[in-house]
């Protein structure tokens, strides 16, 4: 929320309303290789995905996963894990499965990868990897600072703010935007794809005004 308030008026008037997240990478402390991967809280995310069973996250440490994971980690409803944190704390995390689900609605999430991760390796280098779990903000204020672990505040572009002139002056309005919240601090970041939208609608255009047609 504090990071919603960063981006100037002028910039979110152009912008769908922001979806705050958290997330965080996670490792549970017992198992001969546990896997590890990425604590996801998206405000709003189970109405943005399809819930296979059980039910959505609604206390800390709930977390949903997915069907991946319950095939190789052996998980199920009411399995438990407990995760380390990044700082010296005595306070692990322990966090209850309430449900399994697959991914929906893939604009809402911002290219977020939830799936597709998930895997674990044998031979003389094993290693394993988890699926994102899903889970509630409040086991992030709950816990100790996690490993990786970093808030957003992220939006799409209007669609009737999505013209040539627009997209090139909010692209604009974004690189002086970045320079400022950087300015706030060196760990705040505007990370936008749209720099690239912008340098190729530019490219195109100095093309454009290179190519002679032959009648």
Same mark, same amino acid.
């Given at each position: 929320? $504090? ?20 997330? @965080? ?10 896997? #590890? ?11 943005? +995905?399809? !819930?296979? %069973? ?10 949903? &996963? %997915?069907?991946?994971? &319950?095939?190789?980690?052996?998980? %199920? ?24 689900? @697959? ?21 003389? $280098? ?5 699926? @994102? ?16 672990? #970093?808030?957003?505040?992220?939006? +799409? ?10 997209? !090139? @002056? ?20 505007? $990370? ?5 939208? #912008? ?17």
């Amino acid at each position: 929320r $504090d990071l919603q308030a960063l981006v100037p008026d002028d910039v979110a008037a152009r912008l769908e309303t922001p979806v705050l997240g958290r997330t @965080a990478i996670v490792t549970p402390v017992a198992g001969d290789v546990p896997p #590890t991967g990425p604590l996801v809280w998206r405000d709003g995310a189970c109405e943005h +995905l399809r !819930l296979l %069973s059980g039910t959505c996250p609604a206390a800390p440490g709930e977390v949903l &996963v %997915s069907e991946a994971d &319950v095939d190789n980690f052996g998980l %199920s409803l009411g399995s438990t894990r407990t995760v380390g944190s990044a700082v010296d704390s005595p306070e692990d995390v322990r966090l209850e499965v309430v449900g399994t689900y @697959a991914p929906s609605d893939d604009e809402w999430w911002h290219g977020q990868k939830l799936v597709g991760i998930s895997s674990a390796f044998g031979g003389t $280098d094993p290693s394993a990897a988890h699926d @994102a779990w899903l889970t509630t903000e409040e086991t992030f204020v709950e816990a100790p600072i996690l490993t990786g672990e #970093t808030s957003q505040a992220g939006a +799409l572009v209007r669609a009737d703010s999505a013209g040539v002139d627009d997209v !090139l @002056a909010l692209g604009e309005r974004l690189r002086v935007m970045a320079q400022d919240v950087r300015a706030e601090g060196e760990d705040l970041h505007v $990370d936008s794809g749209l720099g690239a939208v #912008t340098d190729d609608v530019r490219a195109q255009t100095r093309q454009a005004h290179r190519t002679v047609p032959l009648l």
